[in-house]
């Protein structure tokens, strides 16, 4: 079945530092590729989205772009802040499958002032 | 963008007792809704898919008699944790489809946290 790998944290970064928090996937169709944000003590928020191959997603400073051919959608920001610390999810969501969400497992970041 | 939100937001029970959480969306319909289950820093498993006039569908090891889910209008979602027990403890979100927009965004609910004593 789909599923969403994605890197182990914590990960713990200094203000302005680059973050890249990597993900690949695998999926029997042609899955859309979400990144979703959960702050403490809240819910899911939609960071960004793309639908389809080389799409790039941006939202807030970050990217992420759906490479098909490495099955993959890397977050990336070029300059962390102290509050984008938070947990982030990689997803995918197909329409062959019904439009479930599968998340990966989450990552945590930590920006230190 | 599309709105949903779950009620209650938090709830604590005694153990034995059965809870209700509501999901609505605000300002759209959906005829699939989903619930997920977050048990302290992990990730969101999906517990079963919430169809609309007909019987959920459940993933594969989710109790269906214990997680009573309703679909009874196209704009709510209720499910139903019979006779919890401490280890239901955790945080249920609810996600739903704006079908009308052709897009395969979820919009998730706030969550509610369940804590059974």
């Known amino acids: 079945g789909d599923s969403v790998t994605q890197m182990e944290g914590p990960v713990t970064l200094s203000e302005e530092a680059f973050l890249t928090i990597n993900c690949t996937y695998t999926?029997?169709?042609?899955?859309?590729l979400f990144w979703y944000v959960q702050y403490p003590g809240e819910g899911l928020q939609l960071l960004l989205k793309a639908t389809k191959a080389d799409d790039k997603g941006s939202n807030k400073g970050f990217e992420a772009t759906y490479r098909k051919e490495t099955t993959s959608f890397h977050l990336e920001k070029g300059s962390v802040q102290v509050s984008d610390s938070a947990v982030y999810f990689c997803?995918?969501?197909?329409?062959?499958?019904?439009?479930?969400?599968?998340f990966g497992a989450g990552t945590r970041l930590f920006v230190k002032a | 963008g599309a709105v949903v939100s779950q009620h209650p937001s938090r709830v604590i029970c005694k153990s034995g007792t059965s809870v209700k959480i509501e999901c609505r969306s605000l300002d759209f319909q959906a005829t699939t809704m989903f619930w997920y289950r977050q048990f302290p820093k992990q990730s969101l498993m999906l517990m079963a898919t919430?169809?609309?006039?007909?019987?959920?569908?459940?993933e594969q090891g989710v109790e269906k008699d214990k997680f009573l889910i309703n679909h009874a209008s196209l704009t709510l979602s209720t499910l139903t944790v019979t006779s919890a027990h401490p280890e239901d403890s955790s945080f249920y979100i609810c996600s739903a489809r704006d079908e009308g927009q052709g897009s395969d965004e979820q919009f998730f609910g706030p969550g509610t946290r369940l804590t059974v004593l």
């Open positions: 919430s169809n609309e006039g007909s019987k959920a569908t459940y």
């Open positions: 997803a995918l969501s197909d329409r062959g499958g019904g439009f479930k969400t599968i």
């Open positions: 999926a029997t169709g042609y899955p859309s």
